[in-house]
């Protein structure tokens, strides 16, 4: 073997090497949180004081079709819980647990709104 095929193959042994042990030892960047119960109510609050004007709206723009109009208003409650998760630094899956919580609690709202558990069948528009 010639003296520069091997200098090449300890640099990328050492390189490997490297990148093994910067995996190894580290850990994630970042955990969020778990979602308290205050903030898991105020948004079981926001979503049922928003729903009915959210499933108005997405039945207007998706007339006739009603399995659209709920993926629509799906769309825009998953909207919501992402922006809340990120800007008070929890889980996702802690404030869908809490969501899910009220709604089969069926917890009390200033507005007297409730939520809707039900999700329409999948029934897909024939064209697009």
């Known amino acids: 073997m010639r003296t520069e095929d091997i200098i ?32 898991g109510y105020e948004l079981y609050v926001e979503d049922a004081d928003k729903e009915p ?22 769309f825009k409650e998953s909207k919501r819980v992402k922006g809340l998760a990120k800007n008070r630094d929890v889980t996702m899956t802690s404030l869908l647990d809490w969501l899910d919580r009220g709604i089969h609690q069926s917890w009390p709202t200033l507005s007297n709104n409730v939520v809707n558990p039900k999700v329409m069948p999948c029934r897909p528009r024939l064209n697009y």
């Not at 004007?53 to 799906?74: I, T």
């Open 8 to 39: 090449g193959a300890c640099v990328v042994a050492a390189a490997v090497g490297v990148a093994l042990v910067r995996v190894a030892t580290s850990g994630p960047s970042h955990i969020p949180h778990i979602a308290s119960a205050s903030l």
């Open 53 to 74: 004007g959210d499933r108005r709206d997405s039945s207007r723009r998706f007339r006739g079709s009603p399995w659209s109009a709920d993926d629509d208003f799906h």
